[in-house]
């Protein structure tokens, strides 16, 4: 039997890479799952259906309502005024709604008022009717008065005009202040949207699983390469160190930070971050101790390098492999992390919305009439986590590039 050894040109080791992480179906359906989610976080406020600050304008008239549930809003302009609100606010926190949305089941016409039935009172068989006047519910009031006037600035609609603008008004508002919203996911317990919780919450997820991974990047290579490349008593100090962060349980240290930091947004990102670089310095230690004694590491030493560029350009990119693998992983952990805190109530702080957090509100109506609740932030969850994992086997596999095949 003849044995013949075939050298396959694709071109580079990443271009090799790159193609069988793409050979990779669920690797690849995992990819596209993150960046989809990636695309829904960045985009925030700018999509979802709720783009109030932390997506916390309520509704308790129809609140646990389930999903697909679909109503009549009446939209009353609201008298305080607002500024404008620029495109970077909306962006990045939302703006408040210049409109007072109030749920309801019918409206009439009567003269100069137009009388609404709240959606929650006409369904317990007690109606509820409040009236509005036509023009309070299209123009907000603006003050102060003008000087010497006895109505406000919109003298064009008060001060004997409103007859003659009665019946624009209401077409005003029938085109334009009585519209139909549905929330696809239902709503909460204080009738938010679920649906944009969700959305804002991939942003607090992905948010802290990327800069806790910073954080345990930074920390971990280089603790870890100056470990692995220096020995000696550095390497002996490192390692009891690292033992001594390893041997305590992840959660309580995260729990124990969060305290010493305190409670909220970005605290929770230094907590989680610098509970996770051990598995990173563990991994760089091991790969500089294999690579310090390579060829080309003993040439740089000929060439009189120092050892600070000997680590950088030399050995560090080597070891990128393994790194970018744990990296994926701790991903999916630092998320696993913040959820658990947010459940605890020691993570991210109401009224930001958070994967754990909804959990934590919503989790006693598991075993009542509205499950998913509790059950959609879970899957989210769980969905997330699990990509992360598949994306990170498939990076392992990748990057484990043969060169040669036999037949």
């Known amino acids: 039997m003849l044995l013949k050894i075939k050298f396959i040109r694709e071109g580079s080791l990443n271009q090799k890479a790159l193609k069988k992480l793409v050979s990779n179906k ?9 960046t989809l989610v990636t695309i829904v976080a960045v985009l925030g406020y700018l999509i979802t259906p709720d783009s109030t600050p ?23 302009t609201e008298n305080d005024v607002k500024s404008d609100c620029r495109f970077v606010d909306r962006w990045l926190h939302g703006c408040q709604s210049p409109f007072k949305r109030l749920p309801i089941s019918s409206w009439r016409f009567v003269n100069d008022s137009i009388y609404v039935t709240v ?17 309070d519910v299209v123009y907000a009031l603006q003050a102060p008065f003008k000087p010497g006037y006895e109505q406000p600035l919109h003298n064009d609609i008060y001060g004997g005009k409103i007859e003659k603008n009665l019946s624009l008004i209401r077409k ?28 804002i919450g991939a942003r607090v997820s ?60 970005w605290q929770v990102f230094i907590a989680v971050g610098l509970t996770m670089w051990v598995e990173v310095a563990r991994v760089v230690r091991g790969q500089i101790l294999s690579l310090r004694e ?49 459940f605890l109530g020691i993570g991210v702080q109401p009224p930001m919305p958070s994967w754990g957090s909804m959990i934590k509100e919503n989790y006693a109506y598991i075993i009542l009439d509205n499950p998913w609740l509790a059950i959609l932030p879970g899957i989210c969850i769980m969905l997330l986590v699990l990509a992360f994992m598949l ?11 043969k060169e040669i095949t036999t037949t």
């Not at 932390?54 to 009353?76: D, H, S």
């Not at 007690?126 to 036509?134: D, M, R, S």
């Not at 938010?192 to 919780?197: A, F, G, H, I, K």
Request: with cysteine.
């Open 391 to 401: 994306i990170g086997n498939g990076l392992r596999d990748a990057l484990d590039v």
């Open 119 to 135: 959606y929650e009172s006409a369904s317990s068989g007690v109606p509820l009717t409040y009236a509005f006047h036509l023009v």
């Open 26 to 34: 669920p690797a690849l359906v995992s990819l596209y799952f993150i």
């Open 294 to 342: 390579k060829e080309f590491v003993e040439a740089a030493r000929a060439l009189g390098y120092k050892s600070r560029r000997i680590i950088v350009k030399h050995i560090l990119p080597n070891t990128m492999g393994p790194v970018i693998v744990i990296s994926a992983a701790n991903f999916a952990s630092a998320i696993l992390i913040e959820a658990g805190l947010s």
């Open 54 to 76: 932390f997506a916390n304008e309520q509704y308790l008239e129809i609140a646990a309502c389930k999903p697909g549930f679909g109503v009549t809003m009446l939209k009353v």
């Open 206 to 265: 992905l948010s802290v699983g990327f800069i806790s991974v910073f954080i345990s990047l930074v920390l971990g290579i280089f603790l870890g390469a100056l470990s692995g490349f220096f020995r000696g008593w550095v390497d002996n100090l490192i390692i009891w160190f690292i033992n001594v962060i390893w041997s305590i349980p992840t959660l309580l240290l995260v729990i124990a930070i969060t305290f010493a930091l305190g409670k909220g947004f």
């Open 172 to 199: 005003k508002i029938e085109t334009s202040h009585i519209v139909q919203q549905r929330f696809w996911l239902g709503t909460d317990r204080f009738g938010r949207d679920v649906l944009s919780q969700l959305m």
